[in-house]
């Protein structure tokens, strides 16, 4: 008897449980409107206190005073995975013992100029799993 195959579905999660997978993460991209187009850059982070430290490639600039931060673990072979994404204000961290301390602890993608380090507090956080056959 053939089967049909099992079709990759989306099940939302709760806030904390996204929350709780975007901690157990370092490796996002982060998401804001830069003359009127949508940046995309690669970016690390860290959860702290509450609030996502994030360190990008993005000119200090050029980021609004709203972003998004975007953050997955897909399996593509198997259609399985997750994904989180976290929407809020987002500032320049310019403290410069704040900032030392995460260009210390925190890797980044490039030095320089586009070395950007920002604080994101989430307003929106939303998350989903994507899994194969019944939940």
């Known amino acids: 008897m053939n089967t049909p195959p099992v079709q990759p ?3 939302e999660v709760s806030g904390p449980e996204a929350l709780w997978l975007l901690e157990g993460s370092s490796l996002g991209r982060l998401v ?3 003359r009127e187009l949508t940046a995309v850059r690669p970016a ?3 959860w702290e206190y509450g609030r996502l430290v994030i360190r990008t490639p993005a000119p200090p600039a050029a980021v609004a005073a709203a972003a998004t931060y975007h953050v997955d673990e897909i399996r593509a072979v198997h259609g ?3 994904t989180v994404t976290v929407t809020g204000p987002a500032e320049v961290i310019t403290d410069p013992d704040e900032a030392a301390h995460h260009h210390r602890t925190l890797p980044g993608w490039t030095h320089g100029p586009h070395d950007t380090l920002l604080r994101l507090r989430p307003r929106t956080v ?3 799993r994507l899994v194969r056959g019944e939940v």
């Open 9 to 11: 579905r989306m099940v």
């Open 32 to 34: 804001y409107a830069h």
């Open 44 to 46: 690390r982070h860290v």
């Open 80 to 82: 399985t995975g997750w």
């Open 126 to 128: 939303t998350g989903y």
